[in-house]
């Protein structure tokens, strides 16, 4: 496997990584104005852009995934329940969909919390083997914090949600298992994110304080009593990200 972290605007963290011996690549989260970086790192790697995948729908950025999709003849990637919001065709992704790109097996996690349709995506290398070597969590959960409820004007439910996918989905995965977040210190999608691109799950655990809190009650009240200011532009954002 090949694994390559670009730190971008906003904040912003996007990804490039696929398995080298069988041609296959896979980019997550490409902010626009960068696409040619991964056509460029394809290049090096001599790998095909097989799926670019977005982790949710961005209100801080616009998205270059459609277009880096379309350069590289790959599927552009987003949940089903993007569906009913944006206006054009796209691959829909499914909770526990699994992509393959060679060696290299991409779990889809449907968290749904920071938006409707937040994933993750736990990503094993299936030569060493079969359990996640790392997930990408894009605007779930954060190095040192948890993603904002609130985008959606509900963040009460939307924090009870988030709840429920940190619990049943990012927690439940090994301890040595790495992080890999949509954003690092910075960013408005989260208070108090760190500067450390990386994380594991063993060490959120012990150091998140938002993860120690057991009761979904007390959670809702503590991820709801510091939200950020909202994005600049975020309903300009969403609208080009949306728009056929």
């Known amino acids: 496997m090949f694994f ?4 971008t605007k ?5 990804y490039f990584f696929g398995c080298g011996s069988l041609g296959k690549a896979v980019a997550v989260d490409v902010v626009a104005g960068d696409e040619e970086w991964f056509l460029e790192e394809a290049a090096k ?6 799926h670019v995948i977005d982790t949710h729908v961005h209100a801080d950025h616009f998205s270059g995934g459609r277009v880096l999709a379309k350069l590289a003849g790959a599927a552009y990637c987003l949940h089903e329940s993007d569906s009913d919001v944006v206006q054009f065709p796209f691959h829909a992704l499914r909770d526990n969909d699994v992509i393959e790109a060679g060696n290299v097996a991409i779990k889809v996690l449907h968290t749904p919390g920071h938006t409707m349709d937040s994933i993750c995506l736990a990503v094993a290398d299936k030569r060493r083997s079969e359990q996640p070597w790392f997930v990408i969590t894009g605007d779930t959960l954060f190095v ?7 985008l959606a004007g509900r963040e009460k439910a939307m924090a009870g949600m988030l709840f429920d996918s940190l619990h049943a989905k990012l927690l439940t995965l090994s301890d040595e298992t790495e992080i890999f977040p949509g954003h690092q210190a910075g960013s408005v999608c989260g208070a108090g994110i760190s500067g450390k691109p990386s994380s594991t799950i063993g060490f959120e655990k012990r ?3 938002g993860l120690h809190i057991n009761n979904k009650d007390e959670f809702v009240s503590y991820l709801t009593s510091e939200i950020p200011p909202r994005p600049a532009e975020m ?8 728009a056929a």
């Open 207 to 209: 150091f998140n304080t």
């Open 10 to 14: 906003e904040s912003s963290l996007s």
């Open 4 to 7: 390559k972290q670009l730190a």
């Open 144 to 150: 040192g914090s948890i993603g904002r409820p609130d």
């Open 235 to 242: 309903a300009r954002m969403v609208a080009a990200n949306i």
């Open 45 to 50: 790697a001599n790998v095909k852009i097989t």
